[in-house]
């Protein structure tokens, strides 16, 4: 689509929206619904943010940037921290397979998704259980 810029390359917007509508991320999740940019019930939740790093390369056509998976848990503790892992890599997993997908017309090109490091187990101070996670998406308009 004409006129569409790097600065359109947004790569939380397309695996939100890709991830919301997964049927794989959904049943990992216990549901539709539990996938957003925000950390909101119901749990288990996923969060699709911005990630610290990534490859910006020139700013001229594809980058890839980092985009953070944040799995929380119920405040009460559930599930168990090696549920919620399993739970965000099934989601990671669906992640990657936007690459495969059609192209839609006006939306970035994704041309791959991979884990960027770590899984890292991070709980709130109150007590809630979160894992994190990064993907690198090269991605360009």
Do not use: F
């Not at 810029?5 to 216990?30: E, M, N, Q, R, Y």
């Amino acid at each position: 689509m004409a006129g569409l810029t790097l600065a359109d390359a947004d790569p939380v917007s397309a695996i939100l929206a890709w991830l919301l509508k997964h049927p794989a991320a959904a049943d990992a999740l216990g549901g539709p619904g539990r996938v957003s940019g925000i950390a909101e019930g119901p749990w288990p939740h996923l969060r699709v943010t911005h990630g610290p790093g990534g490859d910006l390369r020139d700013l001229t056509w594809g980058i890839t940037p980092e985009v953070t998976l944040e799995l929380y848990g119920d405040p009460g503790g559930w599930p168990g921290q090696a549920e919620l892992r399993r739970i965000l890599l099934r989601c990671a997993l669906a992640a990657t397979e936007v690459e495969e997908a059609p192209h839609v017309p006006g939306q970035p090109v994704i041309s791959g998704v991979r884990p960027s490091g770590l899984l890292v187990w991070s709980p709130l101070v109150d007590g809630q259980p979160r894992w994190l996670m990064n993907l690198l998406v090269t991605l360009h308009p």
